[in-house]
Nanobody
Framework: QVQLVESGGGLVQAGGSLRLSCVASGRTSSIYTMGWFRQAPGKEREFVAGIRWSGGSTYYADSVKGRFTISRDNAKNTVTLQMNSLKPEDAAVYYC???????????????????WGQGTQVTVSS
């Protein structure tokens, strides 16, 4: 089991920045990829960014490319999502998730992820 706790959400004006963090605990040796997803009211959960736990390769959704940066600190079992130039359409509950499957490309389908955090709310005012 891997437990995930997100933090860093809040209210920000359009054009502003927020930094989300996700701390993993438990069987962290099983982590292969960590991802960030988001879900706005009435919409499906969508992939935002993912990072390989070992090696650090990354992948982004087109909608956030160039504005968001995902990074990880293996020593602290933490993955971070730096969000800049926020837009009202970025508002959602943001979740971090763990994919344990080895040698798989960074998955964008939420069904491929095994463990989830409780989510943190991001609100962007226009």
């Amino acid at each position: 089991q891997v437990q995930l706790v997100e933090s860093g959400g809040g209210l920000v004006q359009a054009g502003g920045s927020l930094r989300l963090s996700c701390v993993a605990s438990g069987r962290t040796s099983s982590i292969y990829t960590m991802g960030w997803f988001r879900q706005a009211p009435g919409k499906e959960r969508e992939f935002v960014a993912g990072i390989r736990w070992s090696g650090g390769s990354t992948y982004y959704a087109d909608s956030v490319k160039g504005r968001f940066t995902i990074s990880r600190d293996n020593a602290k079992n933490t993955v971070t999502l730096q969000m800049n130039s926020l837009k009202p359409e970025d508002a959602a509950v943001y979740y971090c998730a763990v994919d344990r499957t080895v040698l798989r490309l960074i998955a964008t389908d939420s069904n491929e992820y095994d463990y989830w955090g409780q989510g943190t709310q991001v609100t962007v005012s226009s």
